[in-house]
Structures are given as C-alpha cells and as structure tokens.
C-alpha cells in the first residue's frame, strides 16, 4: 500500500508524462533514450528508504536487485504484434525489394531477433533470477525458443498519437488472437509503424519505449494480467534510441534500436512481468533494486556515446551478440546479481567484466 | 428520373472501372513477360501414358547491358534541419551548396585533425540497382574553400555501403590524399573502389557514399555540390537474376516449381496430375520485378 501510495505521489508530482498510462497516478516502466536517462520524470519511483539519483550516463546503476514476490517468466513466449503496419500511411516511403508494410525491415528484423534470442548466453543471464511458487525457488529458464508468433493486424484500426489504454486494448485483442490461455509466461509487444506512434513518445518525453501489466485501474475494461510492451517506431528517434550505437555503416546500423530497445522490454518483462504493480497490498512486481531499476534499465545505454567511442570496448557496454540463429543482433547488457563475484553487473553481451 | 439517373450513372461506373484497369495495368506493367506454350489451352494429358507432363513455354526479359550508373552528392539545406545530404540520379543546383563545414581546425604538420565528422550520402532514388562488381566504382569529391589551410597533405576517405535485401553489406573503401595549398580554391580528389564480389549481380535496394575528410591541414571547408561530386556505380540496366516458375492450380504460386531457361525458351516437367480438369500457372521474375501470370487449362484422363 505505501508503494500505491508513493506511486501516487510521485506521479502526482510529476504530473502524467505525456498519455503513457491510462491514469495519472500510473506510470509505465520507462526506457529512457539515450540523452534523457538522468531526467527525473523518466525515473522509477524509489521503493524505499533513501531515493537514489539517476545512474551516471553511459554506467551502470549500481547495487543489486531483490526478489519483490511477484511472479517471473519461467518459460517466457514473447508475441509480436504489429499494429496497422499494412495500413494506409504507415509508411512515408517505399524501398525497393523490400515489403510495402515494412519498407526499413524493423518488423522483419525484431521477428528474427524474438526468434533467435532463445538459449542465448544474453538470455541466459535471467536465469539466476526466480520466483517463489509454495516455498520454492522456481528459477528462469532459456529455451531455445522463446517465440510466440506474429500478427500483423490491420483490421484494427491504429493512428497516430495512441495512447496507453489503446496499446493495452491491442494487447487483449492479441491475447485473443494467439488464444493464449498462460498471461503468466506471455507477453506482447505492440510494435507501431513509422507513422502512427503512442502519444508520449511522439510527445518527446523522453523515452524510446515502456512495459507495463494490466490492472483495472489503469487500464479500465482491459482484462488483467496482461504484460505488454509499448514499442515504437524507434527509428524516428534517431541516435536517441540506438541507431547505428553499435553498427557504425548507415545501414548495417540503422536499425541497431529497434533490438536494443525491444530486448531491454523483453528481458524486463520475464524478470519483472508486473511491472512494479503494488494493487491492493500486494506486491505484483517481480526483481528490481530499491530505486526500483529493472535488469534493463540498470544497463541501459552502458558504454554509449554518440559514435564517439565503440561502446562494445566498455564492460557492459552495447554489442552484437550471436543469436541462435548464427546472425549478429545488437543488445544492450543485463543486469546479472552473480557478477563481480557477487556484487553484480551488466552481462551478457560478451564484453563482461573480467572474472577470476 | 430514375431511368434517367441509371443511364447517366452507367456510363460514369463504366469510366471509373475503365480508369481502374488502366491504374492496375500500369501498376502491375514488368519489363518481363512470360508465356506458356505447352500444353495447349484445352488440351489432354493421358495419365497412364504421361507420369511427367512437360510444360514449356516462351518469356522475355529486360536487356540487363552493363553500364554505369552516376549519382551526384547532394544537400538540400545549408547545415540546417533539412540539410540531407544524398545521393541522387539527378543532377542540379544544390541549395546546400557553398556552405557546411568539413572540419574546424588546424593543428599543423604532424598532427591529424579528425573530429570523427563523416558525412554520410545515402541514395534517394536509383534503386533499385542492379550492380555490376566486376568493374570499380570511381568518382569525384570535389573540396572547396579551404581557406587558411597552408601547405600540406589532406586525407579523403570514401565508404561504399549497399543495402542487400534488407542488410547492409560492405561495397568497398578507398582512401585519397591531396595536396592544398592557400592559392588554390578547389580540389577535385578522384577516388576508386574496388567493389566486394560477393555483391556481383545482386539487386540492390540502396547505396551511401561515406566521406571522411580529415588531416593536418584541413580547415573550415566543405565538400562541393550541384554536379562538382559524384559517383559512378558499375551496374546493368535490368537485374541479371532471371527466373520462370509455374504452379499448379494455385494462383498464388504458394509451392513455385522452377523452370530451366534456355535464351527465350523455358521449360520444365512436372508430375501429372490426378484425373480431372488443371490450371497451370507461369510467371518470370526479373529481380524484384514479377511479371502478369500465364495460364493454360488443361485435363488429364487416364
């Protein structure tokens, strides 16, 4: 309850950032972009105790995270939706050879990457974390495949400027749609086409993309329980958001955010599928540190400095890893409670901290 | 009057389904066509006789002549928000010409001014492009208004990316240098790239053009637009990647059977079919062009 409250607070303090949430006492979990991670309304509400400033820009945010009770996604399945991406003026432009509804490649690109990031060492950082099921430590796993399916739904009708509630709709829709029957291990991102993007985002608040968990009093007439990830269109944010942060040719970079972003919601949302939620007393949250930073945002950004030093050079820092599929997808770290012999770190990108 | 209303409506229906066919037939036009010449429309094919039926045909394809293809380096703005700098087919007068710096000081002999500042030139148009690796891409880059550079050596360095089928993929690179001096104003550096083979013959959906001017001397100057820079890009004039396929009774080619081209002639033999009345489909395909499907009906007895 006092997490309610102090929720409450904060974001009455604040104010809503941009249409995010459905209510104004409601925030997502944001993903700050790459110039506004020390910007205090992009910041999660501290859990307890003495609040924490915002990481060091291009560091990680120190101290370990703690189990809050909530459940994890022990055997996650990640489901794409992308939304009116076949309808008319999503796209301002065409290329040749490429698909009318994905002329960049960014819906191609984020499918190969749900497809390939099962059992990787990247994914396997997760696994150390668990949720605690009758008394039992019931731990993460990292099966190869951790794909869902895709829709690209164009019955429904998107436009520009959605808002959290409308993303949260589509999320229900695509419960419905895949029939899925386990909320607990599913999640859905709600991917937008380069024209018609949620309404915070577009807003300039700050951030590149947000997960949350549906709950009735944030998101009136959504059934509960879902976990879902605003994403959008991350290259109209430019460098903000990852483009060409590892992948320096105009090309082979120009689409590094898109995994970056969307693996940084997909890893928070099977360590902390509820997304932080405090309802009724009861804790829904899954693993943060007590300023209430998740395994992605601990890490997010680590070693980025505008193309002026490879960030792969810096432990921790954004990288290409190697999916199951033999294909390079770059990513930013995780936190992982078991680095630094204890004291944790980002990992998982191949460029850990020296061990031993 | 509702007569009346019918007979003005019917003709103003006729003229938009007529305008529609001509939109959709422009639309759907390809530089290759595809015919199917065996079997005959309303022919029968005998089961026990015929386990394969051969299906043959004609198709024509685009000339794909080697040639080159030249983009000129391009800026819409002057360093402001529209600057975007590219590279286009078309040639003319750049607004962002004159202007826009390369580099902001000096450090003298010895030392190597090199903010990381690169100027990327991605195309515009052009594309698709079919690209010729046997021959180099050359070009010129042309610097202007170096102003208060002394005497020395300045660096020029030239990227080549293509975008293939979704993927960037390395053209090649060349590195150039040239000597300024204060008396002269313009300095057109030549430069050639030998072009990554594995690109040969692949269709491409883009290229950029890198430019990384740096070294001891360079100051305050800026890369010359309006047909003074450009690039020639080995090409053909039509995709070499050539291909027939036919489908049985399935318009949408979902299980495509591929057929051997022979100049203008193609053919192929595929499993007769069950007993009853078939439509055989053939398309050709020329890079990413699809031609209008062929069909022919044809029954097989046994």
């Known amino acids: ?356 | 009057m509702r007569r009346t209303s019918s007979a003005l409506l019917l003709p103003l229906v006729a003229a938009v389904v007529l305008a529609t066919a001509l939109v959709a037939g422009a639309a759907a036009s390809s530089a290759t066509s595809v015919q199917i010449t065996t079997p005959k429309s309303g022919s029968t094919v005998h089961l026990g006789a015929n386990p394969y039926t051969a299906v043959a045909g004609t198709v024509s394809f685009a000339a794909a002549t080697p040639q080159a293809t030249r983009f000129y380096l391009r800026r819409d703005d002057c360093g402001g928000s529209n600057d975007n700098p590219h590279l286009s087919v078309v040639n003319g007068t750049d607004a962002g010409d004159g202007c826009g710096l390369v580099l902001t000081s000096v450090v003298g002999l010895g030392g190597d001014v090199d903010h990381g500042a690169f100027v990327d030139f991605p195309s515009t148009d052009g594309m698709p492009l079919a690209f010729d690796s046997g021959q180099n891409v050359t070009g010129t880059i042309d610097l202007e208004s170096l102003a208060g550079a002394g005497t020395g050596l300045l660096e020029v360095d030239v990227s080549m990316e293509a975008l293939d089928h979704g993927n960037g993929v390395t053209i090649g690179s060349d590195s150039e240098s040239v000597l300024i001096t204060p008396l002269a104003a313009d300095y057109p550096v030549a430069f050639t790239i030998q072009p990554n083979p594995a690109l040969a013959g692949h269709d491409l959906s883009g290229i950029d053009l890198r430019v990384h001017v740096h070294g001891p001397f360079v100051f305050s100057g800026f890369i010359g637009n309006s047909g003074k820079s450009w690039t020639d890009v080995p090409s053909y004039a039509a995709s070499v990647n050539q291909a027939v396929q036919v489908s049985l009774d399935d318009a949408s080619f979902s299980s495509p059977i591929p057929a051997r081209i022979s100049g203008s002639s193609w053919s192929v033999a595929i499993p007769t079919p069950a007993v009853g009345k078939h439509t055989l489909y053939a398309e050709s395909t020329q890079g990413f062009d699809t031609s209008a499907p062929a069909s022919t009906t044809f029954t097989v007895k046994k």
Not at chain 1, 98 to 121: C, E, L, W, Y
Not at chain 1, 219 to 226: D, K, W
Not at chain 1, 247 to 268: K, P, S, W
Request: a negative charge.
């Open chain 1, 1 to 356: 309850m006092k997490r309610l409250i102090a929720l409450a607070i904060f974001a009455l303090a604040l104010g809503s950032a941009g249409s995010a949430g459905a209510t104004a006492a409601h925030k997502p979990i944001y993903m700050p972009n790459a110039k506004n991670m020390q910007n205090p309304a992009l910041q999660p509400p501290p859990v307890c105790c003495v609040p924490v400033g915002p990481p060091v820009a291009g560091e990680p945010a120190p101290v370990n995270m703690a189990y809050f009770g909530g459940h994890v996604q022990v055997t996650p399945k990640i489901y794409l939706v992308f939304w009116g991406w076949g309808q008319a003026g999503a796209f301002d432009h065409t290329t040749p050879g490429m698909p009318a509804n994905d002329p960049d490649g960014a819906a191609q690109r984020m499918t190969n990457f749900v497809k390939a990031m099962g059992g990787t060492d990247w994914a396997g950082v997760s696994t150390q974390y668990y949720e605690t099921d009758n008394g039992q430590n019931v731990y993460i796993q990292n099966p190869s495949n951790v794909y869902g399916g895709v829709w690209y739904d164009d019955t429904n009708p998107i436009h520009d400027n959605v808002s959290g509630l409308e993303l949260a709709q589509e999320a229900q829709r695509a419960v419905a749609h895949f029939g899925v029957t386990d909320l607990h291990n599913s999640q859905f991102v709600i991917a937008q086409p380069q024209k018609f993007n949620e309404a915070g985002f577009n807003g300039g608040v700050g951030y590149c993309a947000w997960h949350d968990y549906t709950q009735p009093q944030y998101y009136p007439g959504v059934q509960a329980g879902i976990s879902f990830t605003n994403m959008p269109y991350v290259l109209n944010m430019g460098a903000s958001c990852g483009q060409n942060s590892v992948n320096t040719g105009y090309y082979t970079g120009r689409l590094d955010g898109f995994t970056i972003v969307m693996g940084h919601e997909i890893e928070e949302t099977i360590t902390d599928p509820g997304a932080e939620d405090v309802i009724n007393g009861q804790n829904l949250g899954g693993w943060y540190d007590y300023a209430a930073y998740e395994n992605g945002d601990k890490c997010a950004w680590v070693g980025y400095t505008f193309g002026l030093t490879n960030p792969s050079t810096v432990p921790g820092g954004l990288n290409n890893i190697t999916g199951n599929d033999g294909k390079q997808y770059p990513v930013q770290s995780l936190w992982s409670n078991n680095s630094a012999a204890g004291a944790g770190y980002c990992a998982g990108n191949g460029n850990d901290l020296p061990t031993g």
